[in-house]
C-alpha cells in the first residue's frame, strides 16, 4: 500500500496553467480536510443548467496535451452561481495527483454536459427519503440536501454518512451545520423544514459517538431505532446511493430484500444508484 502523506506547502506542487479552452473554469476556493480529502470552488459557466445530484466532467490537461478528465458530482445546489466539488487524493491518481494541487486563480477544464440518476426524478413520491453514502460520495448529497425541493417532496429526509476517521466526517459535519444555521439556507429551505433533516454519520476505524458499517447498522435495526423510523418500506421509503462499487453493491442488495425498486431517470422506482461514482483510483 502506497503511504498517503499530508500535501503541504512545501510538498505542493503548483499546478501549471492548462491551455485556455472554451470549457476552462477559475479555481475560487480550495480547502484541505486531510491527507485524503479536499473540497474546491469554480467558476460557473453562464449557460450550465443541472439539476441537483448530477455530475460533470472535469479535469486538467494532460502532459500529452490532451484532457483527462473524470465524472464528478457536483456539490452545490443548481442554484448556486459556483460549482462546488468534493475529492479524494489519490498521490498515483492520474488526475488528483495533480487536481490536489489547485489554488485560487487556477483554472481546470469542465464540460458543461450535466448527466447522473440521483435526481428526484427518477424516484416516485414517497414520504421518507434516505441519502446512503461513504467517503466522498457524500458529494451529490451536499447539493440535494441544499434544495429546497427535497423537503418539498419529502417528510422526513436521512443522510448516512460512513467513513474510516472522524476527520473524514468533516465536509459533511460542517455543510449539516450550515443548513441548520447559515440564514441564507435557512430562509431558502424554510425553518420549519429543518426538523425533517436527519444526519447520520458512522466509522468503521476510529472511535466515535456512532461506529458501523452501514449495512450491518441496517440490518441488526439500529439504524432505524436510533433514528426512530420502521424499517425499510417500499410503500413510504425512497433511498439515492454513492459510494464505492462494494458499498452500492451491498446497500443495493438490503434495499431489494426489504422490497424496493431500482429506478432510472426513464422509469422512476424506489431507489437509485450513482453507477459513475468514480473512488480510490481516480
Known sequence: MTELKPVTEATAQKVSKPVMTPDAQTVTEVRHYTDRLFSFRVTRPQSLRFRSGEFVMIGLMGENGRPLLRAYSIASPSWDDELEFYSIKVPDGPLTSKLQHIQVGDQIILRPKPVGTLVHDALEPGRRLYFFSTGTGFAPFAS????????????????????????????????IDSIRNDELLVELIGEDN?????????????????????TTLIENGELFSDLGVP???????????????????????????????????SDPKQFVIEKAFVGDGI
Open 144 to 175: 440535494l440536501l441544499r434544495d429546497p425541493q427535497t423537503y418539498e417532496d419529502y417528510d422526513e429526509v436521512i443522510i448516512t454518512h460512513t467513513c474510516r476517521e472522524v476527520a473524514e466526517l468533516t465536509y459533511g459535519a460542517e455543510l
Open 194 to 214: 429543518l426538523s425533517k433533516l436527519k444526519y447520520y454519520p458512522t466509522t468503521t476505524r476510529e472511535e466515535s459517538p456512532k461506529m458501523g458499517r452501514i
Open 231 to 265: 424499517p425499510l418500506d417500499p410503500e413510504n421509503d425512497r433511498a439515492m446511493v454513492c459510494g464505492s462499487l462494494a458499498f452500492n453493491h451491498d446497500i443495493k442488495a438490503l434495499l431489494e430484500k426489504a422490497g424496493l425498486e431500482e429506478g432510472a431517470n
